[in-house]
């Protein structure tokens, strides 16, 4: 009923940025917080940063003052904004929210979702 679609990954030089998007939409009754969560090759997966419904915001320390999530609430979107980039960034990006659906019958009841990933490159 909720989808997540990731954008805007893709291979750039060490020290380049790039811009990721996530798009929300389905039965969306409200949302609670959206962020980014990565994977890199052998390794668990981690959050790179969250952004609730307040505004405030939480950044993993490795891409503290490099990376900048944002958020639009009235197209359901949330960005990461990645800049001064390293080998060490490279790995898979999720898009993750925390979602009130509106089901077909029943209250309203929130729930975890995912994108299906987008690949982050950075290499020279």
């Known amino acids: 009923q909720v989808q997540l679609v990731e954008s805007g990954g893709g291979l750039v030089q060490p020290g380049g940025s790039l811009r990721l998007s996530c798009a929300a939409s389905g039965s969306i009754f409200s949302i609670y917080a959206m962020g980014w969560y990565r994977q890199a090759p052998g390794k668990q997966r981690e959050l790179v940063a969250d952004i609730i419904s307040d505004g405030n915001t939480n950044y993993a320390d490795s891409v503290k003052g490099r990376f900048t999530i944002s958020r639009d609430r009235a197209k359901n979107m949330v960005y990461l904004q990645m800049n001064s980039l390293k080998p060490e960034d490279t790995a898979v990006y999720y898009c993750?929210?925390?979602?009130?659906?509106?089901?077909?019958?029943?209250?309203?009841?929130?729930?975890?979702?995912w994108g299906q990933g987008t690949q982050v490159t950075v290499s020279s």
């Open positions: 993750n929210a925390i979602i009130t659906i509106v089901p077909l019958e029943g209250p309203p009841f929130p729930d975890e979702y």
